[in-house]
């Protein structure tokens, strides 16, 4: 009888073993989701696979007017386009730029276009060209030089505050065109070289790259193939010539 019992008793003992066993086994099983199990050291495992990759690539923001983005000529034309492809043949891998630019827009409209985007201040490329609108519509110098500071100040910010990553274009010489009357071409060149006096002094005071490509707008004077269709802006080839200037600047910037 007492030899039943002991048996008894070692089997109620095996059962609860067992089942404390398999208790514990799914217990480890079930882990919440995504939690990272560690299989070795510095090695791990996570349960979730549904993992995002981040993109590969420097982030270009382009900040602008028409001239940014490139009215009248295909997207792979303009010049920030052009200039990433031109980074990408050098094997600098470059994202394809971000735009925070319209025909039309002022230092004060891009200043809206901004606070309306709200870009992120992570980008590894920023250029900006902004003006042309200021002089055309025969807004002062005064309110074009603060408005001009406030927008080199967002480009930094933007640029992970690193001024070696901003780039900044002088106004075009749009006096070239046919859009001017023969009678209005000194006069609206004159304006765009005081305008651009601004913003390559502030834009040098500030210890930022300035690239001048106003000389080269003034070609299309006696090159009709580097005005756009539309007679007043530029066409691809012109903005291929802008390209050639930056990108080996942002190279340099980037290595």
Sequence with gaps: MKKDIQLSFFMIISLLFALFSCFSCNKEEKLPRGETVIIAKDTMINKDTSIAIPAAGAKYLALGDSYTIGQNVHETERFPAQTAQLLRAHNIDVRDPQYIASTGWTTTNLLSGINLQNPARDFDIVTLLIGVNDQYQRRDTTSYRTHFLELLDKAVEFARSKKSRVFVLSIPDYSVTPFVAAEDKAGVSKQIDE???????????????????????????????????????????????????LAPLIKKALQ
Aim: aromatic share 8%; glycine share 10%; proline share 2%.
């Design 195 to 245: 305008f651009n006096a601004i913003n390559k002094e502030i834009t040098l005071q500030n210890g930022i790259v300035y690239i001048d490509i106003t000389p080269s707008t003034r070609g299309a004077a006696n090159d009709t193939s580097l005005i756009a269709n539309d007679g007043l802006h530029l066409s691809g080839k012109e903005y291929a010539a802008w390209a050639g200037m």
